[in-house]
């Protein structure tokens, strides 16, 4: 069950790129063992957030706390050493490298990798399929197994927090499937999960809230089933 304290809490959040505001106050929380979704459309500024969050970009007010300490002026190398794992967008994959050499890279850190081959067993567990394609290059398998190998790899790290931006984007209905499949299960177990997708059907249906992002507000925020029976989200986003 989720503790009151949030793991991770942004405290009125503004960001964006060379003169370009693409975050204006953002404000929300996510707990430990809790999966938390940001939905809304393209452009609404969901990958910026993921990308503040990690320190890829800096953010212009606001703060940053994870597990009660600020980390706003903390370089983006270090950001893995507070427990926050992103999987980015486009995965990002060593392609020439295998299977298990990608996941290998995930545990670099001296902490995870004393606890390499135990996380490798888990992360195997999770993902069979990587078990059984762990010496193919991963630039040669498919877009949905490399999305799974790309959350191994971020799941190497013992992460507190994953991060997930867009895992469903460009993969066809059936892997979609198993995507989302995978992340309620990693919510079963456990992880606490903040993830962007624009699959809001989907998304609703695996975490536990989510927060709706518009031009770069928060524009509402629940319950997962919750805002999946909101008249106004089934409109707008839903074509219900």
């Known amino acids: 069950m989720a503790s009151a304290a949030p793991m991770l809490k942004l405290d009125n959040i503004s960001a964006g790129y060379d003169g370009f505001q693409a975050l204006f106050g953002v404000s929300l929380e ?10 809304g459309p393209n452009g609404a500024g969901k990958t910026t957030l993921l990308r503040a969050i990690s320190k890829l970009i800096d953010t212009r007010e606001g703060d940053l706390v994870m597990e009660g300490r600020r ?11 507070l427990g926050i794992a992103h999987v980015p967008e486009g995965r990002r994959l060593f392609p ?3 299977v298990e050499e990608n996941l290998k890279m995930g545990a670099f850190l001296p902490a995870a990798r004393a606890q390499y081959a135990q996380r490798l067993e ?16 991963a630039g040669t398998m498919s877009g949905g197994e490399q999305q799974m190998c790309a959350i191994g790899r971020a799941l190497m790290s013992g992460p507190k927090l994953l991060l997930l ?15 989302f499949e995978v992340i309620r299960k990693m919510g079963a ?6 993830i962007v ?10 975490v536990d809230r989510a927060y709706l992002l518009e031009t770069g507000r928060i524009r509402q925020s629940g319950g997962a089933a919750e805002l999946l029976a909101s008249d106004e989200i089934r409109k707008a986003y839903l074509g219900v």
């Open 71 to 81: 980390y706003n002026g903390l370089p983006a190398h270090e950001i893995i050493s």
């Open 96 to 98: 020439r490298l295998s």
């Open 122 to 137: 888990m992360v195997y567990a999770l993902f069979p399929r990587m078990k059984e394609r762990r010496a193919q290059l």
């Open 197 to 206: 997708e624009q699959n809001i059907q989907q998304v609703l249906k695996v």
């Open 165 to 179: 931006d867009e895992p469903s984007a460009g993969l066809a209905p059936l892997i979609v499937q198993s995507i």
């Open 189 to 194: 177990e456990g992880y606490t999960v903040l």
């Open 30 to 39: 996510v707990r430990a063992g809790e999966s938390v979704a940001v939905i």
